[in-house]
T-cell receptor
Framework: DGGITQSPKYLFRKEGQNVTLSCEQNLNHDAMYWYRQDPGQGLRLIYYSQIVNDFQKGDIAEGYSVSREKKESFPLTVTSAQKNPTAFYLC???????????FGPGTRLLVL | DAKTTQPPSMDCAEGRAANLPCNHSTISGNEYVYWYRQIHSQGPQYIIHGLKNNETNEMASLIITEDRKSSTLILPHATLRDTAVYYCIVRVASLRTGGGNKLTFGTGTQLKVEL
């Protein structure tokens, strides 16, 4: 089956700890995205990548980092600099250009 | 991207058509109307999109007014599984990738389908 997978479904972070959220797609899409969603709110763009080894900051990149070493993978690291990391994190991909974005199931991050 | 306005909530009886409105009075000529939905605690699901003409697929129909300032998403026979938040998004479908394709989600319409 083609699609986007995110893991884990739930993730707990301790104070001062970096955590990495996984996003994998087998749709052969060039572009990948990370969004953050807070309760009752819409999605906000964190980072996006148009092609392997290239990525750009979105609207709320502070406290986050990404890498794009493979076309299929776009992991997101939530660093200790992100002071309010508790949120629902969504990964998406698209063919690129005007392509429709397709989303993964999401990872819910909670701070202990 | 143009801003959109949607009612915060709607109810619909199961088996009936659900008509979800969206106002986008500042839409530009090169902007598409996209609809996504998000079931609680899941990732958004693409439903349909269109530019000028009405569109239909296996999930829904999209009716865009002639002046393109508003649109309606129609779920022809709503079921309990259609209970979700529905987002209307207007964006330029340019040849640029990445940030040029950012989706700006508002707070959407919470559709509740009841027996």
């Amino acid at each position: 089956d083609g699609g986007i997978t995110q893991s884990p479904k739930y993730l707990f972070r301790k104070e001062g700890q970096n955590v990495t959220l996984s996003c994998e797609q087998n749709l052969n899409h060039d572009a990948m995205y990370w969004y953050r969603q807070d309760p009752g709110q819409g999605l906000r763009l964190i980072y996006y990548s148009q092609i392997v080894n290239d990525f750009q900051k979105g609207d709320i990149a502070e406290g986050y980092s990404v890498s794009r070493e493979k076309k299929e993978s776009f992991p997101l690291t939530v660093t200790s600099a992100q002071k309010n990391p508790t949120a629902f994190y969504l990964c998406a991909s698209s063919i690129g250009g005007p392509g429709t974005q397709y989303f993964g199931p999401g990872t819910r991050l909670l701070v202990l | 991207d143009a801003k959109t306005t949607q009612p915060p909530s709607m109810d619909c009886a199961e088996g009936r058509a659900a008509n979800l409105p969206c106002n986008h009075s500042t839409i530009s000529g090169n902007e598409y109307v996209y609809w996504y939905r998000q079931i609680h605690s899941q990732g958004p699901q693409y439903i349909i999109h269109g530019l000028k003409n009405n569109e239909t697929n296996e999930m829904a129909s999209l009716i865009i007014t002639e002046d393109r300032k508003s649109s309606t998403l129609i779920l022809p026979h709503a079921t309990l599984r259609d209970t979700a938040v529905y987002y209307c998004i207007v964006r330029v479908a340019s040849l640029r990738t990445g940030g040029g394709n950012k989706l700006t989600f508002g707070t959407g319409t919470q559709l509740k389908v009841e027996l």
